[in-house]
């Protein structure tokens, strides 16, 4: 296909609302200053969407290109191909955004796609590919992926988490954006030692700003629930950033705030136990979940809520249900794989902690009485 056909094409769809909004997040018509709207579409999609099988580096393919346009402004749902469970990028119809529109990303952002339907998704590398993450362990792919299923399984909020093959095989973590429209990310807290001097700072934030007081109350009550599952899953990176707020406004200008559904979930496990990274401690200065229990055991809604969670979590219903969603024959063979059995191990250890606890304190209770 020539470009001349791309040309005549954009033409025709350059000032509909759905490209600007296209071209907003790949910005291929304005990424080179010195050039105009087609020379700069040029450039994107040589250097961003180029022909797979060729021995020529750079060669655009614009019949990808036109593809993706037309199911685009047709609003066409995305498909995703699936090759034994994973996403297989390289037949996923998708545009890139240039890496360098993409902010501070993280060391681990390959690339952000936006789909036909509009959806937006971050690729990421797995911690294995990359020197300075501190793991050399190939199961850490896994890793997000189960914890996405373990908070649902909990009813907490967690972005959707997708495993892809890309070129030659390497392996990609997807997540999808989970952000609604008029809706942005806000962090009013900075990266504390202990839970509680998060959620007072994060109460005082929310009251100078006067919003709802049920919001408020929804917020911190999700975070303390984030955080059971973190102590859960034993996650390892715990910046403010990675524990954001989400803002939006109404439509009669009220301003909201929730808490963010969780994500950045590499880092957990058995994969990081040994891993010195940022953790929130209980005021006891422990990070394990009895201690967690203990702290917030009278919090309106907590007991009942971790009572439930340790009562109904099972890992091995987990993995069935990631298997039955994906296909990757991991986690339906896992009692074979002693990795994979060491994510259950974790998981039911924590679990086996915090019905010790529960037990110790309805013993206090009793001797009280």
Do not use: W
């Not at 040309?7 to 010195?34: A, C, G, P, Q």
């Not at 580096?57 to 047709?74: G, S, V, W």
Request: hydrophobic content about 35%; proline content about 3%; aromatic content about 12%.
């Amino acid at each position: 296909m020539e470009f001349s056909e791309v040309k005549e094409y954009i033409d025709t769809i350059k000032d509909s609302e759905r490209f600007k909004k296209l071209d907003e997040f790949t910005r291929m018509t304005r990424i080179k200053k010195d050039k105009d709207i087609y020379e700069n579409i040029i450039y994107y999609v040589s250097t961003y969407q180029p022909q797979q099988n060729t021995n020529e580096f750079f060669q655009p393919d614009y019949a990808y290109f036109m593809k993706f346009l037309e199911q685009y402004l047709a609003n066409e749902p995305a498909t995703m191909h699936l090759q034994n469970g994973y996403v297989d990028l390289m037949n996923t119809l998708y545009l890139s955004q240039p890496r360098l529109f993409s902010g501070h990303a993280g060391n681990f952002l390959d690339k952000y796609m936006i789909m036909t339907d509009g959806s937006i998704y971050i690729s990421k590398l797995p911690l294995n590919y990359r020197g300075n993450s501190g793991v050399t362990n190939a199961y850490c792919l896994y890793c997000p992926l189960i914890a996405s299923y373990i908070a649902k399984h909990l009813d907490i909020e967690c972005a959707d988490v997708t495993l892809a093959k890309a070129h030659n095989g390497y392996r990609r973590i997807l997540s999808k954006n989970f952000l609604r429209d008029n809706e942005e990310i806000v962090t009013y807290t900075d990266d504390e030692a202990l839970i509680s001097e998060h959620l007072n700072k994060m109460d005082e934030a929310l009251r100078i700003r006067r919003f709802p007081e049920n919001d408020i109350e929804k917020a911190e009550f999700e975070f303390i629930k984030q955080e059971f599952v973190s102590k859960l899953i034993g996650l390892k990176d715990q910046k403010a950033d990675n524990s954001p707020l989400i803002v939006s406004t109404d439509e009669d200008g009220h301003r909201h705030v929730r808490m963010s559904p969780m994500f950045d979930l590499d880092y957990s496990f058995h994969i990081a136990k040994d891993m010195n990274m940022l953790v929130r401690k209980c005021d006891n200065g422990h990070t394990d979940i009895g201690s967690l229990i203990k702290q917030y055991i009278d919090y309106p809604g907590f007991k009942e809520f971790a009572q439930k969670s340790i009562d109904i979590l099972d890992m091995k219903e987990i993995f069935r249900h990631v298997y039955e969603d994906t296909g990757i024959k991991a986690f339906e063979e896992y009692s074979n794989d002693d990795e994979m059995k060491k994510f259950v191990e974790f998981v039911d250890g924590n679990i086996q902690m915090a019905k010790e606890t529960f037990s110790k304190l309805l013993q206090s209770e009793r001797g009280e009485r």
